[in-house]
Protein backbone atom coordinates (compact mmCIF):
# COMPACT_ATOMS: atom_id res chain seq x y z
CA UNK A 1 0.00 0.00 0.00
CA UNK A 2 1.15 3.20 -1.07
CA UNK A 3 0.51 6.61 0.90
CA UNK A 4 0.48 9.49 -0.44
CA UNK A 5 2.09 12.11 1.31
CA UNK A 6 0.22 14.98 0.25
CA UNK A 7 -3.33 13.14 2.01
CA UNK A 8 -1.15 13.80 5.16
CA UNK A 9 -3.23 14.95 8.09
CA UNK A 10 -1.12 15.51 11.37
CA UNK A 11 -4.67 15.19 13.91
CA UNK A 12 -4.28 11.92 14.67
CA UNK A 13 -0.57 11.78 16.20
CA UNK A 14 -2.19 14.23 18.01
CA UNK A 15 -4.70 11.89 19.38
CA UNK A 16 -1.83 9.27 19.97
CA UNK A 17 -0.50 12.27 22.17
CA UNK A 18 -3.68 12.87 24.05
CA UNK A 19 -3.79 8.95 24.84
CA UNK A 20 0.13 8.42 26.07
CA UNK A 21 3.69 9.27 24.76
CA UNK A 22 3.65 9.10 21.35
CA UNK A 23 7.41 9.54 19.95
CA UNK A 24 7.07 8.08 16.75
CA UNK A 25 7.97 11.33 14.96
CA UNK A 26 11.42 10.97 16.26
CA UNK A 27 11.72 7.84 13.58
CA UNK A 28 14.83 8.40 11.35
CA UNK A 29 12.70 5.86 8.96
CA UNK A 30 15.85 4.01 8.55
CA UNK A 31 13.72 0.04 8.90
CA UNK A 32 16.37 -1.44 11.32
CA UNK A 33 13.13 -2.21 13.36
CA UNK A 34 11.52 -4.12 10.71
CA UNK A 35 14.39 -6.26 10.05
CA UNK A 36 14.39 -6.61 13.26
CA UNK A 37 11.16 -8.15 14.25
CA UNK A 38 11.13 -11.61 14.68
CA UNK A 39 7.11 -11.67 13.15
CA UNK A 40 8.44 -10.34 9.57
CA UNK A 41 5.37 -8.55 8.60
CA UNK A 42 6.72 -5.77 6.18
CA UNK A 43 4.22 -2.72 7.76
CA UNK A 44 5.57 -3.51 10.92
CA UNK A 45 6.58 -1.59 12.60
CA UNK A 46 7.95 1.35 10.01
CA UNK A 47 5.51 1.45 8.32
CA UNK A 48 2.29 1.56 10.23
CA UNK A 49 4.34 4.35 12.78
CA UNK A 50 4.98 6.36 9.56
CA UNK A 51 1.38 5.73 8.95
CA UNK A 52 -0.05 7.77 12.01
CA UNK A 53 2.80 10.12 11.91
CA UNK A 54 1.30 11.55 8.71
CA UNK A 55 -2.02 11.22 10.08
CA UNK A 56 -3.14 8.44 7.37
CA UNK A 57 -5.43 7.21 9.79
CA UNK A 58 -6.98 4.41 6.88
CA UNK A 59 -4.15 3.31 6.41
CA UNK A 60 -3.70 2.68 9.83
CA UNK A 61 -7.03 0.84 10.49
CA UNK A 62 -6.50 -0.99 7.27
CA UNK A 63 -3.23 -2.34 9.21
CA UNK A 64 -4.80 -3.40 12.62
CA UNK A 65 -4.05 -7.38 12.37
CA UNK A 66 -0.18 -6.37 11.95
CA UNK A 67 -0.95 -3.72 14.95
CA UNK A 68 -2.84 -6.25 17.04
CA UNK A 69 -0.01 -9.11 15.83
CA UNK A 70 2.76 -7.36 17.32
CA UNK A 71 4.33 -9.41 19.98
CA UNK A 72 5.69 -5.61 21.91
CA UNK A 73 8.81 -7.55 22.56
CA UNK A 74 11.02 -4.44 21.76
CA UNK A 75 13.78 -6.54 19.60
CA UNK A 76 12.59 -3.43 17.33
CA UNK A 77 13.46 -0.30 20.00
CA UNK A 78 17.28 -2.84 21.19
CA UNK A 79 18.47 -1.97 17.94
CA UNK A 80 16.45 1.83 17.08
CA UNK A 81 19.19 4.19 16.62
CA UNK A 82 16.51 7.06 17.14
CA UNK A 83 15.22 5.38 20.82
CA UNK A 84 11.89 5.60 19.64
CA UNK A 85 9.67 4.10 22.36
CA UNK A 86 8.04 1.74 19.72
CA UNK A 87 6.56 -0.87 21.50
CA UNK A 88 4.81 1.68 23.76
CA UNK A 89 3.83 3.75 20.38
CA UNK A 90 2.01 0.53 19.31
CA UNK A 91 0.48 -0.08 22.23
CA UNK A 92 -1.01 3.44 21.88
CA UNK A 93 -1.62 2.62 18.20
CA UNK A 94 -4.18 -0.65 20.08
CA UNK A 95 -5.55 1.71 22.18
CA UNK A 96 -6.56 4.13 19.44
CA UNK A 97 -7.94 0.96 17.18
CA UNK A 98 -10.21 0.10 20.02
CA UNK A 99 -11.70 3.20 20.80
CA UNK A 100 -12.06 3.28 17.19
CA UNK A 101 -14.45 0.26 17.25
CA UNK A 102 -11.74 -2.43 15.42
CA UNK B 1 -8.37 -17.68 10.89
CA UNK B 2 -7.60 -15.48 13.65
CA UNK B 3 -10.19 -14.35 16.27
CA UNK B 4 -11.71 -11.09 16.08
CA UNK B 5 -9.45 -8.73 17.55
CA UNK B 6 -12.61 -6.56 19.32
CA UNK B 7 -14.34 -9.51 20.70
CA UNK B 8 -11.40 -10.95 22.03
CA UNK B 9 -10.35 -8.27 23.64
CA UNK B 10 -13.64 -7.17 24.33
CA UNK B 11 -14.08 -10.49 27.01
CA UNK B 12 -10.68 -9.71 28.45
CA UNK B 13 -11.41 -6.45 29.48
CA UNK B 14 -14.68 -7.41 30.72
CA UNK B 15 -13.04 -10.09 33.04
CA UNK B 16 -10.63 -8.11 34.43
CA UNK B 17 -13.48 -5.32 35.46
CA UNK B 18 -15.93 -8.59 36.57
CA UNK B 19 -13.71 -10.85 37.45
CA UNK B 20 -10.40 -9.58 38.69
CA UNK B 21 -8.49 -11.62 36.04
CA UNK B 22 -8.38 -11.97 32.40
CA UNK B 23 -8.85 -15.74 32.42
CA UNK B 24 -11.11 -15.68 36.16
CA UNK B 25 -9.96 -19.49 37.56
CA UNK B 26 -11.38 -20.28 41.49
CA UNK B 27 -9.04 -18.83 43.99
CA UNK B 28 -9.07 -21.81 45.67
CA UNK B 29 -6.95 -23.65 42.29
CA UNK B 30 -4.76 -20.62 42.09
CA UNK B 31 -3.57 -20.78 45.24
CA UNK B 32 -3.55 -24.26 45.64
CA UNK B 33 -0.04 -24.42 45.92
CA UNK B 34 0.43 -22.33 48.83
CA UNK B 35 -1.51 -24.81 50.94
CA UNK B 36 1.36 -26.67 52.94
CA UNK B 37 3.73 -24.05 53.12
CA UNK B 38 2.12 -22.38 56.23
CA UNK B 39 3.03 -18.82 54.58
CA UNK B 40 1.95 -15.78 56.95
CA UNK B 41 -1.25 -13.57 55.67
CA UNK B 42 -0.06 -10.26 54.14
CA UNK B 43 3.09 -8.68 55.65
CA UNK B 44 5.67 -5.88 54.80
CA UNK B 45 7.12 -8.18 52.16
CA UNK B 46 4.58 -10.47 50.32
CA UNK B 47 5.32 -12.74 47.50
CA UNK B 48 3.20 -12.37 44.56
CA UNK B 49 2.33 -14.63 41.94
CA UNK B 50 -0.74 -12.84 39.41
CA UNK B 51 -1.72 -16.35 39.14
CA UNK B 52 0.70 -16.50 35.84
CA UNK B 53 1.86 -19.70 36.48
CA UNK B 54 -1.53 -21.22 37.84
CA UNK B 55 -3.29 -19.91 35.08
CA UNK B 56 -1.10 -21.77 32.21
CA UNK B 57 -2.92 -25.19 32.16
CA UNK B 58 -5.98 -23.24 31.48
CA UNK B 59 -4.50 -21.09 28.53
CA UNK B 60 -3.56 -24.55 27.03
CA UNK B 61 -6.80 -25.96 27.25
CA UNK B 62 -8.24 -23.03 25.74
CA UNK B 63 -5.52 -23.14 22.87
CA UNK B 64 -6.51 -26.73 22.00
CA UNK B 65 -10.09 -25.86 22.29
CA UNK B 66 -9.17 -23.30 19.53
CA UNK B 67 -7.51 -26.08 17.54
CA UNK B 68 -10.21 -28.62 17.92
CA UNK B 69 -12.94 -26.38 17.15
CA UNK B 70 -10.93 -24.07 14.24
CA UNK B 71 -10.99 -20.17 14.46
CA UNK B 72 -13.65 -19.72 11.81
CA UNK B 73 -15.82 -21.33 13.73
CA UNK B 74 -15.65 -19.85 17.10
CA UNK B 75 -15.27 -16.64 15.15
CA UNK B 76 -18.79 -17.04 14.38
CA UNK B 77 -19.67 -16.83 17.42
CA UNK B 78 -17.66 -14.63 18.89
CA UNK B 79 -19.65 -11.85 19.51
CA UNK B 80 -22.38 -13.97 20.96
CA UNK B 81 -19.52 -15.49 23.42
CA UNK B 82 -18.54 -11.61 24.06
CA UNK B 83 -22.68 -11.69 25.39
CA UNK B 84 -22.81 -14.66 27.71
CA UNK B 85 -19.50 -14.24 29.16
CA UNK B 86 -20.52 -11.08 30.52
CA UNK B 87 -23.20 -13.14 32.71
CA UNK B 88 -21.21 -16.29 32.73
CA UNK B 89 -17.65 -16.93 33.46
CA UNK B 90 -17.17 -18.81 30.33
CA UNK B 91 -13.27 -19.49 30.86
CA UNK B 92 -14.46 -21.67 33.95
CA UNK B 93 -16.47 -23.14 32.17
CA UNK B 94 -14.68 -24.03 28.59
CA UNK B 95 -11.03 -24.79 30.71
CA UNK B 96 -11.18 -27.34 33.20
CA UNK B 97 -7.44 -28.62 33.01
CA UNK B 98 -7.80 -32.11 35.10
CA UNK B 99 -5.34 -31.70 38.68
CA UNK B 100 -2.29 -33.19 37.11
CA UNK B 101 -2.12 -30.92 34.26
CA UNK B 102 -2.48 -27.91 37.22
CA UNK B 103 0.11 -29.36 39.83
CA UNK B 104 2.70 -29.38 37.19
CA UNK B 105 2.12 -25.23 37.10
CA UNK B 106 1.50 -25.23 40.70
CA UNK B 107 4.86 -26.54 41.67
CA UNK B 108 6.57 -23.67 40.23
CA UNK B 109 5.58 -20.96 42.71
CA UNK B 110 6.08 -23.83 45.38
CA UNK B 111 9.48 -23.93 44.17
CA UNK B 112 9.96 -20.65 44.06
CA UNK B 113 8.68 -20.28 47.67
CA UNK B 114 11.01 -23.21 49.27
CA UNK B 115 14.33 -21.15 47.43
CA UNK B 116 13.24 -17.90 49.15
CA UNK B 117 12.73 -19.69 52.54
CA UNK B 118 15.86 -21.39 52.29
CA UNK B 119 18.09 -18.53 51.39
CA UNK B 120 16.66 -17.10 54.82
CA UNK B 121 14.46 -14.53 53.12
CA UNK B 122 11.14 -13.47 55.13
CA UNK B 123 7.77 -13.21 53.53
CA UNK B 124 4.20 -13.79 53.45
CA UNK B 125 1.41 -14.16 50.90
CA UNK B 126 -1.67 -12.67 50.09
CA UNK B 127 -3.55 -16.01 49.10
CA UNK B 128 -7.39 -14.94 47.31
CA UNK B 129 -5.55 -11.45 47.36
CA UNK B 130 -2.67 -12.54 44.73
CA UNK B 131 -4.66 -10.88 41.58
CA UNK B 132 -3.30 -11.26 37.84
CA UNK B 133 -1.89 -7.83 37.12
CA UNK B 134 -3.44 -7.30 33.95
CA UNK B 135 -0.82 -7.76 31.69
CA UNK B 136 -2.38 -9.34 28.56
CA UNK B 137 -5.06 -6.42 29.18
CA UNK B 138 -2.45 -3.60 28.76
CA UNK B 139 -0.66 -5.18 25.92
CA UNK B 140 -3.67 -4.78 23.96
CA UNK B 141 -4.26 -1.19 24.77
CA UNK B 142 -7.38 -1.41 27.54
CA UNK B 143 -5.74 1.22 29.61
CA UNK B 144 -9.03 2.39 31.42
CA UNK B 145 -9.85 -1.16 32.53
CA UNK B 146 -6.21 -2.03 33.65
CA UNK B 147 -5.49 1.52 35.51
CA UNK B 148 -8.98 0.86 37.53
CA UNK B 149 -7.89 -2.80 38.38
CA UNK B 150 -3.87 -1.53 39.28
CA UNK B 151 -5.54 1.03 41.72
CA UNK B 152 -7.70 -2.02 43.25
CA UNK B 153 -4.22 -3.99 43.38
CA UNK B 154 -2.49 -0.92 45.00
CA UNK B 155 -5.19 -0.94 47.68
CA UNK B 156 -4.60 -4.87 48.37
CA UNK B 157 -1.10 -3.74 48.86
CA UNK B 158 -2.02 -0.58 51.45
CA UNK B 159 -4.56 -2.47 53.31
CA UNK B 160 -2.01 -5.10 54.10
CA UNK B 161 1.08 -2.67 54.82
CA UNK B 162 3.03 -4.19 52.04
CA UNK B 163 5.83 -2.40 50.67
CA UNK B 164 8.03 -5.20 48.90
CA UNK B 165 6.67 -6.96 46.67
CA UNK B 166 8.70 -10.07 45.45
CA UNK B 167 7.25 -11.65 42.00
CA UNK B 168 7.96 -14.90 40.05
CA UNK B 169 7.42 -14.09 36.25
CA UNK B 170 8.41 -10.97 33.60
CA UNK B 171 4.61 -9.86 33.16
CA UNK B 172 3.76 -9.47 36.67
CA UNK B 173 7.41 -7.98 37.83
CA UNK B 174 6.63 -5.67 34.25
CA UNK B 175 3.36 -4.55 35.59
CA UNK B 176 3.86 -4.00 38.82
CA UNK B 177 7.29 -2.11 38.88
CA UNK B 178 6.93 -0.43 35.62
CA UNK B 179 3.18 0.26 34.78
CA UNK B 180 1.76 0.85 37.62
CA UNK B 181 3.85 4.04 38.90
CA UNK B 182 2.27 5.22 35.54
CA UNK B 183 -1.40 4.11 36.65
CA UNK B 184 -1.75 4.76 39.91
CA UNK B 185 -0.95 8.46 41.99
CA UNK B 186 1.04 7.68 45.01
CA UNK B 187 2.03 3.76 44.05
CA UNK B 188 5.19 3.29 46.37
CA UNK B 189 5.95 -0.32 46.25
CA UNK B 190 9.54 -2.19 46.11
CA UNK B 191 9.13 -4.58 43.18
CA UNK B 192 11.91 -7.24 42.46
CA UNK B 193 11.97 -10.95 40.79
CA UNK B 194 12.85 -13.41 43.03
CA UNK B 195 15.56 -14.22 40.52
CA UNK B 196 16.68 -10.29 42.05
CA UNK B 197 16.33 -11.60 45.60
CA UNK B 198 18.06 -14.35 45.07
CA UNK B 199 21.05 -13.42 43.36
CA UNK B 200 21.65 -11.13 46.38
CA UNK B 201 21.61 -14.39 48.84
CA UNK B 202 24.16 -16.50 46.26
CA UNK B 203 25.37 -19.31 48.43
CA UNK B 204 29.45 -19.29 49.36
CA UNK B 205 30.31 -22.37 47.45
CA UNK B 206 29.21 -23.72 43.83
CA UNK B 207 27.08 -27.02 43.41
CA UNK B 208 28.84 -29.90 41.78
CA UNK B 209 27.99 -30.13 37.98
CA UNK B 210 24.85 -30.35 36.54
CA UNK B 211 25.35 -30.37 33.19
CA UNK B 212 25.02 -27.59 30.29
CA UNK B 213 21.87 -25.70 29.06
CA UNK B 214 20.59 -23.10 26.86
CA UNK B 215 19.33 -20.15 28.22
CA UNK B 216 16.20 -18.26 26.81
CA UNK B 217 15.85 -14.72 28.13
CA UNK B 218 12.24 -13.14 28.72
CA UNK B 219 12.16 -10.26 26.48
CA UNK B 220 10.30 -8.43 28.91
CA UNK B 221 12.99 -9.40 31.61
CA UNK B 222 16.31 -8.26 29.69
CA UNK B 223 14.88 -5.74 27.92
CA UNK B 224 12.63 -3.62 30.23
CA UNK B 225 13.87 -4.73 33.75
CA UNK B 226 17.37 -5.59 33.35
CA UNK B 227 17.44 -8.62 34.53
CA UNK B 228 19.84 -10.69 32.94
CA UNK B 229 22.71 -10.82 35.16
CA UNK B 230 20.72 -12.89 38.01
CA UNK B 231 19.46 -16.16 36.33
CA UNK B 232 22.92 -16.63 34.99
CA UNK B 233 24.50 -16.13 38.23
CA UNK B 234 22.16 -18.40 39.98
CA UNK B 235 22.69 -21.24 37.73
CA UNK B 236 26.05 -20.93 38.01
CA UNK B 237 26.19 -20.71 41.54
CA UNK B 238 23.83 -23.97 41.02
CA UNK B 239 26.30 -25.97 38.91
CA UNK B 240 25.01 -25.14 35.51
CA UNK B 241 26.93 -24.35 32.58
CA UNK B 242 25.01 -22.21 31.02
CA UNK B 243 25.41 -21.65 26.74
CA UNK B 244 24.33 -18.43 25.11
CA UNK B 245 21.92 -19.01 21.91
CA UNK B 246 22.68 -17.20 18.67
CA UNK B 247 20.31 -14.18 20.08
CA UNK B 248 20.61 -13.51 24.18
CA UNK B 249 20.20 -11.38 26.40
CA UNK B 250 19.19 -8.01 25.69
CA UNK B 251 19.02 -9.32 21.65
CA UNK B 252 17.05 -11.62 23.01
CA UNK B 253 14.58 -13.51 20.31
CA UNK B 254 10.82 -13.62 21.62
CA UNK B 255 9.15 -16.70 22.32
CA UNK B 256 6.36 -15.86 20.31
CA UNK B 257 3.68 -16.14 22.80
CA UNK B 258 2.26 -12.28 23.16
CA UNK B 259 0.77 -13.36 19.88
CA UNK B 260 -1.21 -16.85 21.27
CA UNK B 261 -4.58 -15.43 22.24
CA UNK B 262 -5.26 -13.42 18.97
CA UNK B 263 -3.31 -15.23 16.27
CA UNK B 264 -1.58 -18.44 17.70
CA UNK B 265 -0.14 -19.29 14.46
CA UNK B 266 1.67 -16.39 13.91
CA UNK B 267 2.98 -17.20 17.91
CA UNK B 268 3.82 -20.75 16.48
CA UNK B 269 5.88 -19.82 13.44
CA UNK B 270 7.94 -17.42 15.83
CA UNK B 271 8.22 -19.92 18.25
CA UNK B 272 9.24 -22.69 15.94
CA UNK B 273 12.30 -20.21 14.71
CA UNK B 274 13.21 -19.40 18.64
CA UNK B 275 13.14 -23.54 19.18
CA UNK B 276 15.48 -23.90 16.04
CA UNK B 277 17.75 -21.03 17.26
CA UNK B 278 18.16 -23.09 21.11
CA UNK B 279 18.26 -26.52 19.50
CA UNK B 280 21.66 -25.72 17.45
CA UNK B 281 23.24 -25.21 21.23
CA UNK B 282 21.81 -27.76 23.84
CA UNK B 283 19.26 -30.08 24.36
CA UNK B 284 18.16 -28.95 27.32
CA UNK B 285 16.33 -25.52 27.76
CA UNK B 286 16.13 -22.75 31.21
CA UNK B 287 12.99 -20.14 30.94
CA UNK B 288 11.93 -17.84 33.14
CA UNK B 289 8.67 -16.60 32.25
CA UNK B 290 5.68 -19.12 32.17
CA UNK B 291 4.52 -17.88 28.63
CA UNK B 292 7.70 -18.16 27.43
CA UNK B 293 7.74 -21.85 28.96
CA UNK B 294 4.67 -23.39 27.68
CA UNK B 295 4.83 -21.63 24.32
CA UNK B 296 8.20 -23.13 23.50
CA UNK B 297 7.39 -26.68 24.83
CA UNK B 298 4.72 -26.64 22.43
CA UNK B 299 7.11 -25.72 19.44
CA UNK B 300 9.22 -27.99 20.36
CA UNK B 301 7.14 -31.17 20.08
CA UNK B 302 9.73 -33.08 22.63
CA UNK B 303 12.63 -32.27 20.95
CA UNK B 304 14.14 -30.54 23.69
CA UNK B 305 13.45 -30.46 27.68
CA UNK B 306 12.40 -27.03 28.16
CA UNK B 307 12.41 -26.55 32.09
CA UNK B 308 11.41 -23.28 34.43
CA UNK B 309 14.25 -21.88 36.16
CA UNK B 310 13.39 -22.65 39.28
CA UNK B 311 13.71 -26.36 39.03
CA UNK B 312 17.36 -26.03 37.63
CA UNK B 313 17.80 -23.81 41.16
CA UNK B 314 15.96 -26.22 42.98
CA UNK B 315 18.15 -29.21 42.14
CA UNK B 316 15.39 -31.02 40.93
CA UNK B 317 16.45 -31.73 37.85
CA UNK B 318 18.79 -34.73 37.64
CA UNK B 319 22.48 -34.38 36.45
CA UNK B 320 23.74 -35.92 33.12
CA UNK B 321 20.73 -36.20 31.56
CA UNK B 322 21.00 -38.97 28.34
CA UNK B 323 20.77 -37.28 24.89
CA UNK B 324 17.47 -36.99 23.44
CA UNK B 325 15.79 -39.23 21.18
CA UNK B 326 15.44 -38.99 17.38
CA UNK B 327 13.44 -35.53 16.37
CA UNK B 328 10.24 -35.57 16.86
CA UNK B 329 9.59 -37.89 19.63
CA UNK B 330 8.54 -37.20 22.96
CA UNK B 331 10.55 -36.30 25.94
CA UNK B 332 10.08 -34.34 29.23
Keep these: ?102 | MALPTRDVVGVLTDNLRLRGSVLPIPARQATRWAAELGLPRGGGTVLYTGMMYQLIPYIERLVRLEERFGGTRLAALSGLARRANRLVNGISLAARPPRRERAEYDRIPATVARLLLQAGVEFGYLYEEDLYAGALAYDLGADEAVAGHARRIAGIFRAHGVREVITIDPHTTTMLRTVYPRLVDGYDVRVRSYLEVLADHLPPATAPGRGRVVIHDSCLYARSENVVEAPRQLLSAAGVTVCEPASARELTWCCGGPAEALFPEKAAAVAAERVGQLREVAPDCVTMCPICLVNLRKAAHGTMRIRDISEYLAGTVPAGQAPLAASGKRNT
Design chain 1, 1 to 102: MTAAITSAAPGLAGELARLGDFDAQLCMNCGICTAACPLGIDVLPRRVLRYAVLGLGEHVRAESEAVFSCLLCRACEANCPAGVHIAEDVRLLRRWLAEEGH
